[in-house]
Protein backbone atom coordinates (compact mmCIF):
# COMPACT_ATOMS: atom_id res chain seq x y z
CA UNK A 1 0.00 0.00 0.00
CA UNK A 2 0.93 3.05 -0.99
CA UNK A 3 2.28 5.70 1.83
CA UNK A 4 0.79 9.14 1.83
CA UNK A 5 3.54 11.63 1.20
CA UNK A 6 4.35 14.77 3.60
CA UNK A 7 3.34 17.15 1.04
CA UNK A 8 -0.15 15.39 0.33
CA UNK A 9 -0.96 15.76 4.15
CA UNK A 10 -0.35 19.02 4.26
CA UNK A 11 -2.32 19.43 0.92
CA UNK A 12 -5.34 18.01 2.79
CA UNK A 13 -5.08 19.80 6.11
CA UNK A 14 -4.68 22.83 4.25
CA UNK A 15 -7.97 21.94 2.47
CA UNK A 16 -9.91 21.35 5.57
CA UNK A 17 -8.97 24.11 7.52
CA UNK A 18 -9.90 26.61 4.41
CA UNK A 19 -13.03 24.30 4.35
CA UNK A 20 -13.93 24.91 7.82
CA UNK A 21 -12.88 28.45 8.02
CA UNK A 22 -14.46 30.22 4.94
CA UNK A 23 -17.99 30.71 5.79
CA UNK A 24 -16.11 32.64 9.38
CA UNK A 25 -14.24 34.96 6.21
CA UNK A 26 -17.40 35.35 4.50
CA UNK A 27 -19.45 36.21 7.09
CA UNK A 28 -16.34 38.39 7.97
CA UNK A 29 -16.42 39.97 4.53
CA UNK A 30 -19.96 40.82 4.76
CA UNK A 31 -19.94 42.77 8.34
CA UNK A 32 -18.24 45.17 6.51
CA UNK A 33 -21.03 46.08 3.90
CA UNK A 34 -22.46 49.13 3.29
CA UNK A 35 -25.39 47.34 1.60
CA UNK A 36 -29.02 47.07 3.06
CA UNK A 37 -29.22 43.40 2.72
CA UNK A 38 -26.72 40.78 2.78
CA UNK A 39 -25.04 39.87 -0.24
CA UNK A 40 -21.08 38.48 -1.43
CA UNK A 41 -19.50 40.36 -2.85
CA UNK A 42 -20.61 43.40 -1.30
CA UNK A 43 -21.53 46.59 -3.49
CA UNK A 44 -19.90 49.25 -1.19
CA UNK A 45 -17.90 48.60 1.95
CA UNK A 46 -17.82 50.87 5.60
CA UNK A 47 -18.62 50.76 8.97
CA UNK A 48 -22.27 51.26 8.52
CA UNK A 49 -23.51 48.15 10.47
CA UNK A 50 -21.29 48.56 13.50
CA UNK A 51 -22.43 51.96 13.84
CA UNK A 52 -25.86 50.53 13.49
CA UNK A 53 -25.52 47.34 16.57
CA UNK A 54 -23.93 50.18 18.95
CA UNK A 55 -27.20 51.63 18.72
CA UNK A 56 -29.28 48.47 18.61
CA UNK A 57 -31.13 48.42 22.04
CA UNK A 58 -32.09 45.51 22.08
CA UNK A 59 -28.70 43.87 21.43
CA UNK A 60 -27.07 46.10 24.23
CA UNK A 61 -29.71 44.73 26.80
CA UNK A 62 -29.65 41.15 25.92
CA UNK A 63 -25.82 41.68 26.30
CA UNK A 64 -25.74 43.11 29.24
CA UNK A 65 -28.26 40.29 30.68
CA UNK A 66 -26.04 37.29 28.74
CA UNK A 67 -22.94 38.98 30.50
CA UNK A 68 -24.31 39.15 34.11
CA UNK A 69 -25.67 35.75 33.26
CA UNK A 70 -22.40 34.15 31.95
CA UNK A 71 -20.64 35.55 35.12
CA UNK A 72 -22.80 34.81 37.41
CA UNK A 73 -23.17 30.89 36.08
CA UNK A 74 -19.60 30.28 35.99
CA UNK A 75 -18.99 31.39 39.70
CA UNK A 76 -21.63 28.78 40.99
CA UNK A 77 -20.55 26.44 38.39
CA UNK A 78 -17.16 26.57 39.95
CA UNK A 79 -19.03 26.49 43.37
CA UNK A 80 -20.48 22.96 43.40
CA UNK A 81 -18.83 21.85 39.88
CA UNK A 82 -14.82 22.12 41.67
CA UNK A 83 -15.66 20.27 44.86
CA UNK A 84 -17.80 17.58 43.30
CA UNK A 85 -14.59 17.04 40.54
CA UNK A 86 -12.25 16.58 43.39
CA UNK A 87 -14.23 13.68 45.29
CA UNK A 88 -15.03 12.04 41.72
CA UNK A 89 -11.83 11.91 41.25
CA UNK A 90 -9.66 11.93 44.20
CA UNK A 91 -12.27 10.09 46.70
CA UNK A 92 -13.76 6.41 46.85
CA UNK A 93 -17.58 6.47 48.35
CA UNK A 94 -20.57 4.51 47.90
CA UNK A 95 -22.49 6.20 45.10
CA UNK A 96 -19.61 7.81 43.25
CA UNK A 97 -19.97 6.66 39.87
CA UNK A 98 -23.60 7.80 40.16
CA UNK A 99 -22.81 11.04 40.70
CA UNK A 100 -20.99 11.50 38.07
CA UNK A 101 -23.41 9.67 35.74
CA UNK A 102 -26.08 12.55 37.08
CA UNK A 103 -24.27 15.52 37.26
CA UNK A 104 -23.24 14.74 33.30
CA UNK A 105 -26.26 13.23 31.82
CA UNK A 106 -27.70 16.39 30.76
CA UNK A 107 -24.60 16.16 28.04
CA UNK A 108 -26.88 12.98 26.91
CA UNK A 109 -29.51 14.83 26.12
CA UNK A 110 -30.58 17.15 22.76
CA UNK A 111 -31.23 20.96 24.34
CA UNK A 112 -34.69 21.27 22.85
CA UNK A 113 -35.53 18.29 25.19
CA UNK A 114 -33.73 19.53 28.22
CA UNK A 115 -35.56 23.07 27.23
CA UNK A 116 -38.67 21.41 27.08
CA UNK A 117 -38.22 19.79 30.16
CA UNK A 118 -37.28 22.86 31.99
CA UNK A 119 -39.80 24.84 30.84
CA UNK A 120 -42.33 22.15 32.77
CA UNK A 121 -40.48 22.07 35.36
CA UNK A 122 -40.24 25.69 36.09
CA UNK A 123 -43.52 27.41 34.94
CA UNK A 124 -45.34 25.99 38.07
CA UNK A 125 -42.38 27.52 39.94
CA UNK A 126 -42.94 30.86 38.44
CA UNK A 127 -38.84 31.10 37.51
CA UNK A 128 -39.69 31.15 33.52
CA UNK A 129 -38.57 34.54 32.11
CA UNK A 130 -36.29 35.45 35.64
CA UNK A 131 -32.93 35.62 36.53
CA UNK A 132 -32.80 32.48 39.36
CA UNK A 133 -34.53 30.47 36.11
CA UNK A 134 -32.19 31.50 33.45
CA UNK A 135 -29.20 30.89 36.00
CA UNK A 136 -30.88 27.69 37.03
CA UNK A 137 -31.17 26.52 33.07
CA UNK A 138 -27.72 27.51 32.06
CA UNK A 139 -26.44 25.61 35.17
CA UNK A 140 -28.09 22.22 34.05
CA UNK A 141 -25.91 23.01 30.48
CA UNK A 142 -22.36 23.79 31.86
CA UNK A 143 -21.76 22.15 35.20
CA UNK A 144 -21.25 18.85 33.51
CA UNK A 145 -18.06 20.28 30.96
CA UNK A 146 -16.87 21.86 34.67
CA UNK A 147 -17.39 18.91 36.39
CA UNK A 148 -15.86 16.46 33.51
CA UNK A 149 -12.55 19.04 32.89
CA UNK A 150 -11.92 19.47 36.37
CA UNK A 151 -12.48 15.91 37.18
CA UNK A 152 -10.03 14.84 34.10
CA UNK A 153 -7.20 17.22 34.87
CA UNK A 154 -7.28 15.63 38.48
CA UNK A 155 -7.16 12.39 37.82
CA UNK A 156 -3.75 13.03 35.82
CA UNK A 157 -2.35 14.48 38.90
CA UNK A 158 0.76 12.98 40.21
CA UNK A 159 -1.10 11.85 43.90
CA UNK A 160 2.82 11.00 45.53
CA UNK A 161 3.14 14.59 45.65
CA UNK A 162 0.08 15.00 48.04
CA UNK A 163 1.19 12.07 49.55
CA UNK A 164 4.40 13.34 50.03
CA UNK A 165 3.48 17.04 51.58
CA UNK A 166 0.81 14.35 54.11
CA UNK A 167 4.12 12.96 55.24
CA UNK A 168 5.62 16.08 56.05
CA UNK A 169 3.25 16.80 58.32
CA UNK A 170 0.49 19.41 56.55
CA UNK A 171 -3.13 18.85 56.66
CA UNK A 172 -5.06 18.27 54.34
CA UNK A 173 -6.17 21.84 53.71
CA UNK A 174 -2.91 22.85 53.68
CA UNK A 175 -2.20 20.06 50.89
CA UNK A 176 -5.15 20.75 49.07
CA UNK A 177 -4.32 25.02 49.33
CA UNK A 178 -0.65 24.36 48.49
CA UNK A 179 -0.18 21.40 46.09
CA UNK A 180 -3.64 20.53 44.86
CA UNK A 181 -4.89 23.48 43.90
CA UNK A 182 -2.12 25.29 42.16
CA UNK A 183 -1.68 22.03 39.99
CA UNK A 184 -5.41 21.76 38.89
CA UNK A 185 -5.77 25.67 38.53
CA UNK A 186 -4.90 25.37 34.43
CA UNK A 187 -8.10 22.71 34.57
CA UNK A 188 -10.47 24.75 36.22
CA UNK A 189 -9.89 28.47 34.15
CA UNK A 190 -10.43 26.33 30.96
CA UNK A 191 -13.65 24.87 32.92
CA UNK A 192 -14.74 28.63 33.60
CA UNK A 193 -13.79 29.92 30.12
CA UNK A 194 -15.83 27.47 28.79
CA UNK A 195 -18.82 27.42 30.94
CA UNK A 196 -18.76 31.48 30.56
CA UNK A 197 -18.66 30.80 26.42
CA UNK A 198 -21.31 28.19 26.54
CA UNK A 199 -23.75 29.93 28.70
CA UNK A 200 -23.00 33.35 26.59
CA UNK A 201 -23.98 31.84 23.52
CA UNK A 202 -26.89 29.25 24.66
CA UNK A 203 -30.06 29.75 22.57
CA UNK A 204 -32.26 27.26 22.49
CA UNK A 205 -32.92 26.39 26.77
CA UNK A 206 -32.86 30.55 26.70
CA UNK A 207 -35.55 30.61 23.96
CA UNK A 208 -38.01 28.26 26.67
CA UNK A 209 -37.22 30.24 29.40
CA UNK A 210 -36.73 33.71 28.49
CA UNK A 211 -39.54 36.35 28.45
CA UNK A 212 -40.40 40.00 26.74
CA UNK A 213 -38.50 42.09 29.46
CA UNK A 214 -35.92 39.89 30.38
CA UNK A 215 -33.96 38.51 26.96
CA UNK A 216 -30.10 37.34 26.08
CA UNK A 217 -28.13 38.41 23.54
CA UNK A 218 -28.24 34.92 21.05
CA UNK A 219 -32.11 35.34 22.22
CA UNK A 220 -32.13 38.79 20.54
CA UNK A 221 -30.55 37.62 17.79
CA UNK A 222 -32.49 34.44 16.61
CA UNK A 223 -35.80 37.21 16.90
CA UNK A 224 -33.90 39.63 15.25
CA UNK A 225 -33.09 37.14 12.10
CA UNK A 226 -36.69 36.37 11.68
CA UNK A 227 -37.92 39.17 10.02
CA UNK A 228 -34.65 40.88 8.74
CA UNK A 229 -31.65 39.79 6.65
CA UNK A 230 -29.21 42.96 6.65
CA UNK A 231 -25.60 42.50 7.41
CA UNK A 232 -26.05 43.76 10.98
CA UNK A 233 -26.40 40.21 11.68
CA UNK A 234 -23.11 39.63 10.57
CA UNK A 235 -21.34 42.66 12.43
CA UNK A 236 -23.13 41.12 15.49
CA UNK A 237 -21.56 37.58 14.58
CA UNK A 238 -17.95 38.92 14.02
CA UNK A 239 -17.76 40.25 17.44
CA UNK A 240 -18.66 37.38 18.93
CA UNK A 241 -16.14 35.33 16.88
CA UNK A 242 -13.46 38.05 18.17
CA UNK A 243 -14.34 37.74 21.74
CA UNK A 244 -14.50 33.82 21.65
CA UNK A 245 -11.59 33.47 20.09
CA UNK A 246 -10.14 36.23 22.59
CA UNK A 247 -11.09 34.13 25.40
CA UNK A 248 -9.79 30.99 23.76
CA UNK A 249 -6.07 32.53 22.99
CA UNK A 250 -6.28 33.81 27.08
CA UNK A 251 -6.56 30.21 28.01
CA UNK A 252 -4.22 29.06 25.79
CA UNK A 253 -1.47 31.98 26.62
CA UNK A 254 -1.87 31.25 30.10
CA UNK A 255 -2.26 27.86 30.73
CA UNK A 256 -2.00 26.17 27.18
CA UNK A 257 -5.09 24.17 26.12
CA UNK A 258 -3.87 20.78 26.54
CA UNK A 259 -2.25 21.48 29.92
CA UNK A 260 -6.06 22.75 31.06
CA UNK A 261 -7.91 19.96 29.47
CA UNK A 262 -5.23 17.69 31.92
CA UNK A 263 -3.13 16.20 28.88
Known amino acids: MKKIGPIAVRAGVTLLYAFVLAPIVLVIAISFSGDNFIAFPPQSWGLRWYRALLAHEGFAGGFRVSLTLASIVVALDLLIGVPAAYAIARLR ?7 LAFLTAPLLLPT ?39 A ?3 STLP ?14 ATVFRRITLP ?10 ALAFILSFDEVVISLFVV ?6 LPVELFRYV ?3 TDP ?3 ALSTVLILATASAVLVVERSVGVMRALGR
Not at 93 to 99: H, I, K, S, T
Not at 114 to 141: C, D, E, N, Q, R
Open 93 to 99: FPGRDAL
Open 226 to 228: EGR
Open 183 to 192: LMLPGVIAAA
Open 112 to 150: IVLGLAILLVFYPLKLAATYPGLVAAHMVVTLPFVVRIV
Open 211 to 216: GPRLST
Open 232 to 234: MVA
Open 159 to 172: GDIEDAAATLGASP
Open 152 to 154: TAL
